[in-house]
T-cell receptor, first 112, second 117 residues
């Protein structure tokens, strides 16, 4: 079983739709969680950190469920510019040590 | 604020040659990370520097890879001798000191695309 699992997609959704991605992680000791966005042939860019209480940033909402060990990302009112691969990232840290594990990413294509 | 920069953006070398990749982190970021993405696979951790010290190099694939961060500023990753399976995109990322807010949010450079022929 992979440490961080994501549905690779692609998710093809019309403009204006709401789309949700899930990500599961295997290490229950994981402490920090992130969603990154990666455009084709570009570097990952931090989209959101995911906090225990859940957090929202405009059209984007992230949730964390520690009991079930999954993280979700909800995108409302999808825009064409949201088309990208969304990477789930899980981090375990202790002292100065940080182990970061990436999912393979979920590809989103927003269509007009 | 300038972001993470990497040089070169692309490198094509022959098997057996040596290549050195460079990363300049965001100014003031003590933490520097190297990652690699092989085509079709997820991004994999290589190693982590805190200032000039290697905190974790458990992801380094073998002893053909050598990373340094002299003076705790920029870092280099040398591959010697390069093999075909070393081809991929090498990303560098940096983050702030761990005791500050958002200490674990990493900011990535544009990557170096390495092709070994």
């Amino acid at each position: 079983r992979k440490e961080v699992e994501q549905d690779p997609g692609p998710f093809n959704v019309p403009e204006g739709a709401t789309v949700a991605f899930n990500c599961t992680y295997s290490n229950s000791a994981s402490q920090s969680f992130f969603w990154y966005r990666q455009d084709c042939r570009k570097e990952p860019k931090l989209l959101m950190s995911v906090y225990s209480s859940g957090n929202e940033d405009g059209r984007f909402t992230a949730q964390l469920n520690r009991a079930s060990q999954y993280i979700s990302l909800l995108i409302r009112d999808s825009k064409l510019s949201d088309s990208a691969t969304y990477l789930c990232v899980v981090s375990l840290h202790s002292g100065g040590y940080q182990k970061v594990t990436f999912g393979t990413g979920t590809k989103l294509q927003v269509i007009p | 604020e300038a972001g993470v920069t990497q040089f070169p953006s692309h490198s094509v070398i022959e098997k057996g040659q040596t290549v050195t990749l460079r990363c300049d982190p965001i100014s003031g970021h003590d933490n520097l990370y190297w990652y690699r993405r092989v085509m079709g696979k997820e991004i994999k951790f290589l190693l982590h520097f805190v200032k000039e010290s290697k905190q974790d190099e458990s992801g380094m694939p073998n002893n053909r890879f050598l990373a340094e961060r002299t003076g705790g500023t920029y870092s280099t990753l040398k591959v010697q001798p390069a093999e075909l399976e070393d081809s991929g995109v090498y990303f560098c990322a940096s983050s702030q000191d761990r005791v500050r807010d958002r200490a674990y949010e990493q900011y990535f450079g544009p990557g170096t695309r390495l092709t070994v022929t």
